[in-house]
């Protein structure tokens, strides 16, 4: 993981039409997100992302070279803005730490007063218009957001999430799924990697079983009448974890929620971090269509 770790410092100087700047949102726990501000967009509104970061909860950072150079893609690619959260890692700080940062980010945004207080911040940038989006343990953040922010939509006055983004996320259970014993070896996972940061996230006395771990498991929490946003789900024929994402997908359409699975036969986890590979340009084709869909059901412009 800390090749992958290389850190790059915000740029308010447009690079690739993008420009970046760091905004503190919860500063007793130094808790910050990366904003990406598209330019040369003639979009009258722009949608907002709050993305979440993987690294299995223990690694990487909002910093991190992949995710400025991924998110930077998403905002010039899709005219939107992007909010990349910085989070608290574990084994320091243990679940629900990082459940509690993903929803302070949300309520910061919908206060008004702060973005008023942010120079930078565009002022066509759409809060009615949010996805939450997030990547292996950051698509375990992002799902357990939308469960949390639809139990608890009352509570924001102008803020609306309208669909989630969730890229081959980071569950799991104490059983030893199919995809996990054919795919040992594959690159970025192993299991015993995987065991060592579901121990490091959980406290003393959960197990693997627990919802926050499997979320489609004995012990899954009841969505049954939750408001779930749209999902669109990408999952890899080369991710030892894609059966998990697979039970997830099963999971929702069992309690009737839409949702869409995107599976590409060839991708390895974290594909979408290297722009050469043909998959990578094609999730973007996917999550633009599927901006535009959910969108079109709240305005008529398109991205």
Not at 180 to 206: I, N, Y
């Amino acid at each position: 993981m800390n090749l992958l770790d290389r850190h790059v410092a915000p740029n308010p100087t447009p690079h690739n039409s993008v420009s970046t700047h760091d905004v503190v949102f919860d500063p007793s726990n130094n808790l910050w997100f990366r904003l990406f501000v598209p330019h040369k967009s003639d979009v009258v509104s722009l949608p907002i992302i709050v993305f979440f970061h993987g690294g299995g909860f223990a690694f990487l950072s909002a910093a991190s070279h992949v995710y400025d150079a991924v998110c930077r893609r998403f905002a010039r690619k899709l005219n939107a803005v992007v909010c990349s959260v910085e989070y608290r890692l574990s084994p320091e700080h243990k679940f629900p730490s990082q459940y509690d940062d993903t929803f302070a980010v949300l309520k910061f945004l919908d206060n008004p007063e702060n973005r008023k207080n942010l120079p930078f911040w565009p002022e066509n940038a759409d809060v009615s218009t949010v996805f939450i989006a997030g990547d292996s343990a950051g698509g375990n953040l992002a799902h357990h957001l939308a469960v949390n922010y639809a139990k608890s939509s009352s509570t924001f006055s102008l803020l609306k999430v309208i669909g989630l983004v969730n890229i081959q996320p980071f569950f799991g259970g104490k059983e030893r799924v199919n995809s996990e014993v054919e795919l040992e070896g594959a690159p970025v996972v192993s299991m015993d990697r995987t065991q060592w940061l579901w121990k490091a996230f959980l406290p003393d006395g959960l197990d693997c079983d627990h919802w926050a771990v499997n979320v489609s498991g004995p012990n899954a929490m009841n969505i049954s009448g939750v408001e779930y946003p749209p999902t669109l789900l990408f999952v890899g024929g080369f991710d030892p974890l894609k059966d998990w994402q697979k039970r997830y997908y099963e999971w929702l359409r069992r309690n009737e929620k839409d949702v869409k699975l995107v599976e590409y036969s060839s991708a390895i986890h974290a594909f979408y971090v290297f722009p050469e590979l043909p998959e990578a340009e094609l999730l973007f084709a996917e999550v633009k269509e599927f901006f535009n869909n959910q969108i079109s059901k709240v305005r008529r412009t398109k991205i």
